[in-house]
């Protein structure tokens, strides 16, 4: 499983972005997220996706959406009314049904290199 991100920018606080992760490697059903982190702090998890639903961190709730696109093999993260604490890297993660991995990204299995999101006051 591959994972690229795009859409990444800078922005004023309040204005909006869009972030893409591409899938590749894999046609089967998968579980996806998105993380960031920010220098010196702790990677965090912000949303994620199933087909049970999806779920957010508190930090971000009314303001991200994350969806997909099967047709396109592509996951979005709509991020609105965007603060200067949301400036992180961010980064899509993936894992096949059924199986969770430990490490950087855990239960998460596989991710991208990440995209930067820089909010400016």
């Known amino acids: 499983v591959q994972l690229v991100e795009s859409g990444g920018g800078s922005v004023q606080a309040g204005g909006s972005l869009r972030l893409s992760c591409l899938v590749s490697?894999?046609?089967?059903?998968?579980?996806m997220g998105w993380f960031r982190q920010a220098p010196g702090k702790e990677r965090e998890g912000v949303a994620n996706?199933?087909?049970?639903?999806?779920g957010y961190a508190d930090s971000v709730k009314g303001r991200f959406t994350i969806s997909k696109d099967n047709a396109k093999n592509t996951l979005y993260l709509q991020m609105n009314s965007l603060k200067p604490e949301d400036t992180a890297m961010y980064s899509c993660?993936?894992?096949?049904?059924?199986?969770?991995?430990?490490?950087?990204?855990?239960?998460?299995?596989?991710w991208g290199q990440g995209t930067q999101v820089t909010v400016s006051s």
């Open positions: 996706i199933s087909v049970s639903g999806t």
């Open positions: 490697g894999y046609t089967g059903s998968l579980l």
């Open positions: 993660a993936a894992r096949r049904s059924y199986t969770a991995c430990d490490g950087a990204f855990a239960p998460f299995c596989y």
